[in-house]
């Protein structure tokens, strides 16, 4: 399973940002979708989540400001991020729990990364 990010970048702040995830390979099943970040020297934080029935979960951090949603006929999961801020600066990983077959056990992937820096 494979997944690959795009749409990061450098934003001014109070600018906007989209980061799409796209899944590919061998998927049975996606269950959470989510996005993390990890910022120099910091450990990786959960941003958001989602469920395969739609239900989401904020960083105190994000919320009103960012918003998760996903397509699960395309397996692709998006963060709109609004209002951002220079601490809102770090690389983003797309991750997904996934079945790859019948019986499988659930298993995490994560994309490789994509940055986002926000200037003040």
């Known amino acids: 399973v494979q997944l690959v990010e795009s749409g990061g970048g450098l934003v001014r702040a109070r600018g906007s940002l989209k980061l799409s995830c796209a899944a590919s390979?061998?998927?049975?099943?996606?269950?959470?979708m989510g996005w993390y970040r990890q910022a120099p020297g910091k450990q990786r934080e959960l941003v958001a989540q989602?469920?395969?029935?739609?239900?989401?979960n904020y960083a105190d951090s994000v919320k009103g400001r960012f918003t998760i949603s996903r397509d699960n006929g395309k397996n692709t999961v998006d963060l709109q991020m609004n209002s951002l801020k220079p601490e809102d600066t770090a690389v983003y990983y797309c991750?997904?729990?996934?079945?790859?077959?019948?019986?499988?056990?659930?298993?995490?992937?994560w994309g490789q990364g994509t940055q986002v820096t926000v200037s003040s």
């Open positions: 390979g061998s998927i049975f099943r996606i269950n959470d």
């Open positions: 989602i469920t395969s029935g739609g239900s989401t």
């Open positions: 991750n997904a729990d996934t079945v790859t077959g019948w019986g499988h056990p659930r298993h995490d992937y």
